[in-house]
């Protein structure tokens, strides 16, 4: 079944101590996203690529970043978390603007 | 500032009656609005969405109604079913940028059987 993966489901590191969030999709889908999600709030759009476009939201901190080396995998890198980046982080893919995403299951990280 | 705001964090209904869920949002720029489902240690799946040319959109079960004028979209679910107790969540985006969804914080859904 095609699909969007996230590894790993639960990411534990330590404050300050930069974190590399995996997502890889089998939908050979244009657009690729990143959302955070804490605690009984809204997901909130982090960034996405359409292709190798990156588009950053303007109030997403410096201290994320993202890389996408080819269509079926992106990445989600903090540099140095802190405990306010303890939260559901979700991969999302659409064919394109304005299409239907299609959400991984979201990786977990807590921050000690 | 919450742009997409659900204001029932939960709600319960009995299995065979309606499922209602409200959505209110503030930018009057939304012109697609969307409805999502997430299933504990899921990632949230697509339902059914509406275009603000439109004021009803149906699918099955499912139904979504647009009031533009109170900025208000609801979701109604009929029959509920206990498959269907899960969270959801409404969703709008605008033709200037419809790669960028803003999400409400969600309602959860329980069907008692």
């Keep these: 079944d095609a699909m969007v993966i996230q590894n790993p489901r639960y990411q534990v590191t330590q404050f300050g101590k930069p974190v590399t969030l995996s997502c890889s999709q089998t939908l050979n889908h ?3 996203y990143w959302y955070q999600q804490k605690s009984s709030q809204a997901p909130k ?8 476009d990156f588009n950053n939201e303007a109030d997403t901190p410096d201290n994320f970043q993202s890389r996408r080396p080819n269509t079926s995998f992106c990445f989600l890198d903090i540099r140095s978390p802190g405990l306010g980046d ?4 979700l991969c999302a893919t659409s064919r394109g603007s304005g299409d239907t995403q299609y959400f991984g299951p979201g990786t977990r990280l807590t921050v000690l | 500032d919450q742009q997409v705001k659900q204001n029932s964090p939960s709600l319960s209904v009995q299995e065979g009656r309606i499922s209602i ?3 209110d949002y503030t930018n009057s720029m939304f012109d697609y609005f969307l409805w999502y489902k997430k299933y504990p240690a899921e990632g949230p799946t697509f339902l059914i969405s509406i275009s603000s040319i439109k004021d009803k959109n149906e699918d099955g079960r499912f139904t979504v109604f647009l009031n533009k004028s ?3 979209l609801s979701l109604h679910i009929v029959p509920s ?3 269907d107790s899960a969270v959801y969540f409404c969703a709008a985006s605008s ?3 419809y790669d960028k969804v803003i999400f409400g914080p969600g309602t959860s859904l329980s069907v008692i059987p």
Excluded: E, I, R
């Design chain 1, 30 to 32: 244009n657009v690729m």
């Design chain 1, 45 to 52: 759009l982090l960034f996405h690529y359409y292709d190798k």
């Design chain 1, 86 to 89: 303890a939260a559901m982080y």
């Design chain 2, 21 to 23: 869920l409200n959505c």
């Design chain 2, 70 to 72: 109170a900025k208000h």
């Design chain 2, 81 to 83: 079913q206990p498959g």
């Design chain 2, 95 to 97: 033709k200037t940028s």
